[in-house]
């Protein structure tokens, strides 16, 4: 949440700021802002997108080679111009960028009022920048320790940047449960929530470690240590990441082209991990761990969002294919309810980002416990990789719409593999399945191709149920997760009420709300619990709902009781979710253009939630 970048060297910094924020948009879009020295600092802030501040800064000074900007999802305070970033000190000497939360900033606030500051926004950001402002003036410290000092009366988190105008040749930046990279170019250095503003720039970068802080100079050096003044020799990362993966690449929106990468990649995720001619799997990051993890009493996966709806998913296969228990926990609920943990549990987060805050403090308190902690994570080097023992990268590249789609098949992919190198090593399945699942789900890429090539009819469904209020979504065993998917997406996007249940619950309440302009979607591809979807059906069609279903190709029964369907090839039954989830993204984003909503970007929510 709230994106963050900075920039110091020979270019123009304003331009280098402007684009980073860009990139950085899909962390939060309720203001922006940026302050440039120029000959003095100027700072410009503005409620709403990148484009209004763009619009906004093209009347004021921007030239300058060292600036700071940022794009926010309001925490404190509402989102107007004067709550944007940056915020400054109360003598306008100190411009601050923040992306976290300030848990004590109520008592520090109070404190600084009673020494005479006086506070123009409502945010917890402002009272930090004067707290630096403070003891740089009571004991003339330079700016990286009065940045220091002040970081250590502070209790929340935080990832900032900070900018002084009597000494505009120095960055400081520091970090703590919020997510900060250095980008080091040639005489130019960038400080930035992640690495997609710098890579046009640089592909080498270091993490920043929480509670460390870095000073950035106009020389091209710089200097990491951490709040107890400890100098700290960096790690450099050399970055894969193509420009090109930042772009719509010709789609309409980053979520359509997301959905549409699918077949590769799904196929980036397995690749190097299975190989069904000679009938294996191994999955890497399990291989250090191997006996503890296939031995653990329990696995917990832990996670929000899309990827709770994956683990859900993992849960099915898990406890299918290597008999091991699972509990499914949302890391926020997790975190709180002082759980039971033993070191012979092993507690698996997923995370599309590596950095929801939720998530990174459920498997703190998991590692603190003795459980063996794993992440399955797209991001590369984000926090929650680089706390675990051990764990693996989905691969799917940069997923830039807010609503997850790419991320949730690749979690699934991943989750899979595990399964089957685990029940395969266990003996809990027979060579015969296994060789089965293997094969099947090497021909995944190609199905979701096919899947995809029903784009149109997906479109024209959209088009007759667009202007619905409400809606249900219904499935079984490996589909109930889908079901909450499919919900999940229509309402992040088009803002329709959608709810996600399992079929057999719905006569326990939801039934009651079924009318004729409801739609319901049933996803009914289930081999095991056929007949019984076909009740539900029944059920729904008798109180007059629009059923839309998704089926299995060639299927007729269901085909014949619905109002619309959309057909899926046939595939090993916990393969399911990999291609009946694609059809309802497609629904969700259709409906959602039509709508005039914002797909991308849509209202209030942020991809990467870094604050609880
Ligand atoms: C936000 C995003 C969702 C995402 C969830 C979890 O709510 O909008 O798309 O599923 O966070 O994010 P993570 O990065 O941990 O998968």
Known sequence: ?????????????????????????????????????????????????????????????????????????????EPNDKNAHPHLSGNGRLALIHNGIIENYATLKKALQNLGHEFISDTDTEVLVHLIEEYQKRENLSLSEAVRKALQKVVGAYSIVVMDENDPDVLVGARKSSPLVLGIGDDELFLASDATPIIKYTNKVVYLNDEEMVSIYRDGTYEIKNLHNEIKVPTIHELDLKLEELEKEGFEHYMLKEIYQQPTTIKESMRGRLNADEGWVLVGGMQQYFSRIMNAKRIIFAACGTSWHSALVGEYLFEELARIPVEVEYASELRYRNPIIHDDDVVIALSQSGETADTLAALELAKEKGALIYGIVNVVGSSISRITHCGSYIHAGPEIGVASTKAFTSQITVLTLMALNLGYKKGTITEDYFRRLLFALEAIPDKVEKVLKQNEKIKYIASEIKNVNNSLYLGRGYNFPVALEGALKLKEISYIHAEGYPAAEMKHGPIALIDENMPVIVIATNQSAYEKVISNIQEVKARKAIVISVITEGEEKIKAMSDYFIEIPETEEPLTPLLSVIPLQLLAYHIAVMRNCDVDQPRNLAKSVTVE
């Open 1 to 77: 949440m709230c994106g963050i970048v900075a920039y110091i060297g020979k270019k123009q910094a304003y331009p280098i700021i402007i684009e980073g924020l860009k990139r950085l948009e899909y962390r939060g879009y309720d203001s922006a802002g940026v302050s440039i020295f120029s000959d003095k600092l100027v700072v410009v802030k503005k409620k709403g997108k990148v484009s209004k501040l763009e619009n906004a800064a093209a009347a004021a000074n921007t030239t300058g080679t060292i600036g700071i900007g940022h794009t926010r999802w309001a925490t404190h305070g």
